[in-house]
């Protein structure tokens, strides 16, 4: 189970930290073309978002090399399952139907990682 655990935590963090960081850094004209949904939010709301985003998949990963992982770990999977579910939402606003399907996955890898990591303890 443990090692399950880690290889969803390391594609996770991949995910989050790339895509987290590019919210953050990528100036938003480029950014307004790659992703869509993007035109929606203030600037300031999607460099939050990636902040978040980057901050939840450091969180994913480095706990781990030290013995507070314990908490670390579930509480930042916790949070970016939160910001999925938020994705989701507004992608079903925007009616797009098919970026859910990413959302939901993403959920539930995350969802996964809350409930393995308390459950190990």
Not at 9 to 15: G, N, Y
Not at 34 to 39: H, I, K, L, R, S
Not at 77 to 100: C, D, H, P, T, W
Request: aromatic share 10%.
């Amino acid at each position: 189970m443990n090692i399950l655990l880690w290889i969803a935590q390391l594609f996770l963090a991949a995910v989050f930290i790339t895509v987290g960081l590019a919210k953050a850094v990528v100036r938003m004209d480029r950014l307004q073309k790659a992703m869509d949904w993007v035109n929606d939010y203030e600037p300031k709301k999607v460099r939050a978002i990636g902040i978040l985003e980057t901050l939840g998949g450091f969180g994913l990963f480095f706990p781990g090399l030290y013995p507070i992982h314990e908490l670390v770990i579930p509480l930042s999977a916790a949070g970016l399952a939160i910001i999925m579910v938020f994705a989701a939402i507004s992608n079903f606003n925007r009616g797009e139907k098919q970026e859910m399907i990413t959302n939901i996955v993403l959920f539930v890898l995350t969802s996964f990682v809350v409930i393995g990591r308390l459950a190990l303890g």
